[in-house]
């Protein structure tokens, strides 16, 4: 079992930016696939961004690349996001999943085993 803790959101101004961080209590993240979902309010959960074991690749959904960035050690992952907009304002999630995920898969929500419980990214002015 790895349990997830999620932290770094907030309320920001749009083009202001956040960090976002994942942790694993007490394992390594190393061998696993990580990802990042988000869910708006009355929308489904959407794929944000996708990293592969031992950095072997990353994937990102079209609205944010070139704005989000995303990266991990041995035991976080994380999110860079600038030029933050509102309509990235949702609840973060990230996710972890077996490390012989394929890139095809790592935009779907069923590829991962393990989810964190949140953490709110405001965009307002």
């Known amino acids: 079992q790895v349990q997830l803790v999620e932290s770094g959101g907030g309320l920001v101004q749009p083009g202001g930016s956040l960090r976002l961080s994942c942790a694993a209590s007490g394992r390594t993240l190393s061998t696993y696939s990580l990802a990042w979902f988000r869910r708006a309010p009355g929308k489904d959960r959407e794929f944000v961004a996708a990293?592969?074991?031992?950095?072997?690749g990353t994937a990102y959904r079209d609205t944010v690349k070139g704005r989000f960035t995303i990266s991990r050690d041995s035991k976080t992952l994380y999110l860079q996001m600038n030029n933050l907009k509102p309509e990235d304002s949702a609840i973060y999630y990230c996710?972890?999943?077996?490390?012989?995920?394929?890139?095809?898969?790592?935009?779907?929500?069923?590829?991962?085993?393990?989810w964190g419980q949140g953490t709110q990214v405001t965009v307002s002015s």
């Open positions: 990293i592969k074991k031992q950095n072997y």
């Open positions: 996710a972890a999943g077996p490390g012989s995920l394929i890139t095809s898969s790592l935009r779907y929500a069923s590829s991962y085993d393990f």
